[in-house]
């Protein structure tokens, strides 16, 4: 592994998480690199949604979730951050896509507004709407309730949302599997765009999405870091024979 | 095997539709027997129901009697109550729902808000008299009244409203927490908006039953002769339930018709409340 910190913007160390004293994260030490895709692998339940959800502190609101280690963001240890400033500067899109009951443009523009946001709100709109893809598709209708796009669409909602925070990190929770493979292919081809500006983390169980997606990956399985590096070593040569027989579809 | 299966399949079908049956049966009677008791309290009372009934004080002569001091009581009684209990319950329930750590101390709260909603309503009545009307000198006044009613129907807002707030999906909350709200940002502008058609609805149950409770305002000695309108919290004051009671206690048939017509008033402003929640709670869902 790496021990160049140059570029890494959150740096996880020995992190475990456990819920009411069962371990559900073991041990993990990942850097994360700015403006790249990093993509976390692994079977159900071998807690890479987990250890995701902890680098924006959403675990907080699971009674018994306790985290040890460190995850250093900037020269903070996110254990010690005020979770509402973090959750503004790491963004999140959730494995279901799950806009508010509100207008489109409500969508958008409710995170910069309760953030003190004063400048030209319909801009800010466009530009995130833009960025994700979905301004043409929306933009005669942006006083409809946003839960009259598609499925497709409303996750695209979801990350102009989080776009619209203008965000340091965007973590992505399995952001495709409950979309069909168009709207899938879609929401590839903004990351691609996206990563330009923005880091990304993205906790996925397709295989091919990884390996297309992402600079870097890392395979988790029951809590523990098998294997990180750069994503065509993992997967074309991984080091680990679990991470040979998982990317090739041996097992999980 | 295939032809047993088929004589189980006709069993199971004639089940479904005895079971249908029978539940339509007991729904038609509940009808049956709501439009009886109306019927029957609109022709006694109906007659009785005119400008000068709904515009005088009571009397002892029944062409002379009327509902104003208790309509107007009511009214009092209500509102103030309304007041009082409204914010008091949403905010426990919000406390409870959105901001107390899951654990020992909450759900013995939650236990016992629980079964004070189980709690007959006189002995409400008793704590009125004891803790407002004597313990703090409010007297027999429309605040007393109205304090004790808010007891009351309390743990019936809070349940309510709790499970309003608990029906909305946590994916909600934590979309809007992921943006950087603050949990009353997260509250006010998604939960309660969520949750305001459910909670709306536990608050016309809850005043529903304050409108129609008698036996909390007879221990607290609320009036049941009251010739003039309470124009202040501290003023005396008779309501609708109490003024029908009265009149039922009567020997003269008269006064029992006028009760019929007290009927008619107190189901009026009823059904005026349940409108009025109907239409707040559909422009609230638009």
């Known amino acids: 592994m790496q021990d160049d910190k140059t570029g890494v913007i959150l740096d996880i160390d020995d992190v475990c998480i456990s819920y009411s004293g069962e371990l559900a994260v073991r041990n993990v030490s990942l850097p994360i690199y700015e403006k790249k895709i990093t993509a976390i692998i692994g079977p159900s339940g071998c807690g890479k949604s987990t250890l995701l959800r902890s680098l924006n502190r959403m675990n907080d609101f699971i009674p018994g979730c306790e985290l040890t280690g460190t995850v250093t963001f900037g020269d903070v240890n996110l254990v010690n951050a005020d979770p509402v400033d973090l959750r503004r500067r790491i963004g999140m899109v959730f494995q279901r896509p799950n806009p508010f009951p509100k207008s489109i443009h409500r969508n958008v523009a409710w995170g910069p507004t309760i953030n003190g946001f004063s400048g030209d709100m319909d801009e800010r709109v466009e530009k995130a709407l833009q960025q994700a893809a979905l301004w043409d598709e929306v933009k005669d209708r942006l006083q409809d309730s946003a839960l009259n796009l598609s499925g497709g669409q409303q996750q695209r909602l979801c990350i102009a949302r989080a776009l619209a925070m203008e965000p340091e990190i965007i973590l992505m929770d399995e952001p495709c599997s409950a979309l069909d493979p168009v709207s899938t292919a879609r929401i590839e081809d903004l990351l691609f765009e996206l990563k330009e500006n923005y880091t990304i983390v993205i906790v996925t169980h397709n295989m091919q999405q990884a390996a297309r997606v992402s600079e870097y990956t890392a395979f988790l399985e029951n809590g523990v870091l098998v294997e990180y590096g750069d994503t065509e070593d993992v997967f074309t040569n991984p080091r680990n024979q679990r991470t040979e027989d998982y990317v090739t579809g041996r097992f999980g | ?286």
């Open chain 2, 1 to 286: 095997m295939s032809s047993s299966a088929e004589s189980n399949l006709a069993w199971r079908h004639r089940k479904a539709a005895v079971f249908k049956g029978f539940c339509l049966t007991v729904t038609g009677l509940a009808v049956v027997i709501l439009v009886v008791l109306l019927y029957q309290v609109s022709v006694i009372g109906l007659p009785w129901l005119d400008g000068q009934f709904l515009s005088s004080f009571p009397s002892r002569f029944p062409e002379k009697a009327g509902i104003k001091s208790a309509l107007a009581g009511t009214l009092w009684l209500v509102s103030m109550t309304a007041m009082i209990a409204i914010p008091v319950g949403v905010l426990a329930a919000v406390y409870l729902e959105e901001y107390a750590r899951p654990g020992r101390v909450t759900e013995f709260i939650n236990i016992n808000i629980a079964n004070l909603a189980g709690v007959p309503s006189i002995v409400y009545g008793i704590l009125g008299l004891a803790i407002f009307v004597r313990f703090f000198a409010l007297e027999r006044s429309v605040i007393s009244g109205a304090l004790t009613m808010s007891l009351l129907i309390l743990p019936v807002i809070i349940i309510a409203a709790k499970e309003a707030i608990r029906a909305v999906p946590s994916s909600l909350r934590q979309a809007a927490y992921a943006v950087g709200a603050t949990r009353w940002q997260v509250v006010k502008a998604h939960v309660l908006p969520s949750a305001m058609p459910g909670i709306l609805t536990g608050i016309i149950l809850a005043l529903s039953r304050a409108i129609g409770e008698t036996a909390p305002l007879i221990m607290i000695g609320a009036l049941t002769y009251v010739t003039f309108i309470p124009e202040g919290p501290m003023d005396e004051f008779t309501a609708l339930p109490i003024q029908i009671f009265n009149w039922t206690s009567r020997p003269q048939q008269e006064f029992h018709e006028l009760a019929s017509a007290g009927i008619i008033v107190l189901l009026v402003v009823l059904l005026m409340m349940n409108a009025l929640a109907v239409y707040i709670r559909n422009r609230g869902t638009r």
